[in-house]
């Protein structure tokens, strides 16, 4: 929220005068000054006015003690405090460094670590520019907030050499967590301890590049025998393999042999296992 828009209007202050029933007195909302964590909310630390002779011509509105104030949950004073608490909100994503100041300094020092020069981004509109210039500016936009997770597709495409230099450098310095969907082992085998490789609709996690078999983390074996595991009464458990799913042809075969055998034992026929589908 601007600065013009936090301004206190005349409906704005109709709409503060509303009275809370906080400790069975009346009171209304002098200040609000922080916040904290409220299930899946917030609540908001109040100051107030109590009223007196509330509906009289001695109607008053004494201001409390520090000691008075309350917390109030944000649903109850969004309405008729908004603006309030829009400022205190601000102030809290600015103190946890969540929020960052729409200034030109600000944001031609975020672009230029994406390479994107100041003269730029200040005075170009963003139909000029080029499709790598393009790619760093959704880049520079993806991370203005500062995120804990980066999900990439395809980052390198329409950048230059000089364009995945710096990209990769801003990836090296980012202290979250990188996701990067791409074709190009190029790219990153430097940046990446762990290889997802999808090849023929199987996906295989491993340390190793998927292209070269180089790579900087640890090698994921696949065990082909597994250790043979037994429940708490000394039981052995059973891998559990998966059936084979049988086409419409050998349902069809399959149910003839099974009304065969019941034709020819009668009631002494019983179902197997394998004859379960």
Avoid at 136 to 163: F, M
Avoid at 221 to 239: C, Q, V, Y
């Amino acid at each position: 929220m601007d600065r013009a828009n936090r301004q206190i209007n005349e409906d704005d202050a109709q709409a503060m005068n509303k009275i809370f029933k906080i400790d069975g007195t009346p009171r209304r909302i002098a200040g609000i000054h922080s916040r904290r964590k409220f299930k899946n909310s917030y609540e908001y630390e109040c100051s107030f006015l109590l009223g007196e002779n509330i509906g009289m011509k001695s109607e008053r509105w004494v201001p409390m003690m520090s000691v008075d104030n309350a917390w109030l949950p944000r649903g109850e004073v969004i309405e008729s405090h908004g603006k309030m608490v829009a400022e205190v909100d601000m102030k809290e994503a600015l103190a946890s460094g969540q929020f960052r100041p729409l200034t030109r300094k600000e944001i031609e020092e975020h672009c230029a670590m994406l390479g994107l020069d100041a003269e730029l981004v200040s005075h170009s509109r963003i139909r000029g520019l080029s499709g790598g210039q393009k790619v760093k500016l959704v880049l520079a936009a993806g991370t203005w907030q500062r995120p804990h997770l980066i999900v990439l597709d395809e980052p390198t495409n329409y950048l230059d050499r000089d364009s995945l230099g710096a990209l990769s450098k801003a990836l090296k310095e980012f202290e979250g967590g990188v996701i990067i969907i791409t074709h190009s082992a190029e790219f990153t085998k430097d940046l990446t301890e762990e290889v997802w490789a999808v090849k023929d609709g199987l996906m295989t996690p491993s340390g190793h590049n998927w292209v070269s078999g180089q790579g900087s983390g640890p090698r994921l074996e696949k065990k082909e025998d597994e250790e043979e595991k037994f429940d708490a009464m000394g039981n052995k458990i059973s891998g559990g393999t998966k059936k084979k799913k049988l086409s419409s042809a050998e349902l069809r075969k399959k149910k003839k042999e099974r009304m065969k055998k019941k034709k020819e034992l009668g009631d002494a026929y019983v179902s197997d296992d394998d004859e379960d589908f």
